[in-house]
């Protein structure tokens, strides 16, 4: 099963980095602010996360949120890579997340999926003063509303992740345009 999803997860790079690479640049352009915003977001979000001793925390627990993580990396993060022509960090799906290492996670703040960078446990919120939370939660709902923004736009870029996603697209392009957008 690891080796199918790690072969699955393969294909799925390659594929999406040659259907971007195809895309005009009309839709490089729609898409390349996006995900300036995303990352800047995600960053700042990191931010409060570390103010609140999140880092700590998570190593006591020993990343216990994290044990879902196998189908949370989605179009976005993915295109956050090959946007910079940029590999992304070989996943271990034997983990009970496959972009989490020794040392934590394997993806940068700015590159994370939704899930991941925008979920803070009870100990964690109760470690941020009440602006801090206003704050973080403004940032989330911002964050949700750009992803969501691509989601629209195309069929690949649904918030459930690459692996789950590719099955139901059942060959059609990640770029594939929902009419709806």
């Known amino acids: 099963m690891y080796r199918q999803r790690q072969q699955l997860w393969d294909q799925i790079v390659t594929e999406v980095t040659e259907q971007y690479r195809a895309l005009g640049p009309d839709e490089k352009n729609w898409l390349q602010p996006r995900l300036l915003d995303i990352a ?14 999140g880092e700590q925390h998570c190593a006591q627990c020993a990343g216990d949120c994290c044990s879902a993580g196998h189908n949370h990396m989605t179009l ?15 996943p271990n799906f034997s983990c009970c997340c496959p972009f989490i290492g020794d040392l934590g996670c394997l993806l ?24 801090q939370a206003k ?47």
């Open 40 to 53: 800047a977001l995600q960053r700042q979000l990191n931010c409060l996360f570390v103010t609140a001793a």
């Open 76 to 90: 976005v993060n993915l295109l956050q890579y090959v946007n910079r022509q940029e590999q992304p960090p070989v």
């Open 108 to 131: 940068p703040a700015a590159r994370r999926p939704y899930n991941c960078i925008s979920f803070i446990c009870d100990t964690i919120e109760s470690s941020l003063d009440a602006e």
């Open 135 to 181: 704050e973080f939660y403004r940032l989330e709902a911002r964050l949700r509303q750009l992803y969501l923004a691509v989601a629209r736009r195309y069929q690949g870029a649904a918030m459930t992740g690459l692996l789950l996603q590719y099955r139901r697209l059942q060959g059609r392009s990640f770029f594939h345009r929902n009419r709806c957008e």
